[in-house]
């Protein structure tokens, strides 16, 4: 599972990779490859939406079954409360996985998605949002706030207050839920 605006249609999906393990194992040393076992091809695109202001995601197929990597659960029933508390684990800018923690829902009510405060960055799209005190997933990153801006002759990240700027929008598990097996 994706944003959908990362895989748009089955001809994109065949020219994609979903790369697991790309992490920091040791202090100091960031990654310089990949385990070819660790990269798999996109086989099918089962499904896909993406609206403006409301759902984006796409589900696929791997080429092949996924090993040494455990299945994550899924909030199914869709409820969500404003305030609920958030992790997110994901890739912002290229860099190896980053867990992004002290994040909450902002606003639960959109169709389709809900806000949140997540500390996140382009590279973020798809990135699982977890509630922390189920551990269950609540939805996938899919887009937010400008990233960086141009001050004094350089980019700077844009800082927000957890109230301020327009947050981040996740697109809600339950949107595809019907789509995923059961473990």
């Known amino acids: 599972m994706t944003a959908g605006h990362c895989v748009t249609s089955q001809n994109a999906c065949q020219g994609t990779k979903f790369v697991f393990s790309y992490n920091i194992k040791e202090d100091g040393r960031f990654p310089s490859q990949v385990a070819s076992s660790e990269v798999y091809s996109c086989k099918e695109l089962v499904g896909r939406e993406q609206v403006s202001r409301g759902a ?14 455990r299945v994550l659960g899924i909030n199914r029933s869709g409820d969500l409360a404003n305030g609920a508390k ?8 290229g860099l190896p996985t980053k867990v992004a923690d002290g994040a909450w829902v902002r ?13 996140s960055f382009g590279g973020n799209s798809g990135s699982a949002v977890f509630n922390v005190d189920s551990g269950l997933v609540e939805g996938i990153l899919v887009r937010g706030e400008t990233d960086f801006l141009y001050r004094n002759g350089c980019y700077v990240a844009n800082v927000c207050p957890d109230e301020g700027c327009r947050g981040e929008d996740v697109t809600k598990i339950s949107a595809l839920s019907n789509l995923i097996p059961e473990n």
């Open 107 to 119: 606003d639960a009510s959109p169709e389709g998605y809900f806000k949140a405060n997540t500390d």
């Open 56 to 69: 984006d995601w796409a589900l696929v197929r791997l080429d092949r079954e996924v090993v040494g990597h």
């Open 86 to 93: 958030l992790v997110m684990i994901g890739h912002p800018s």
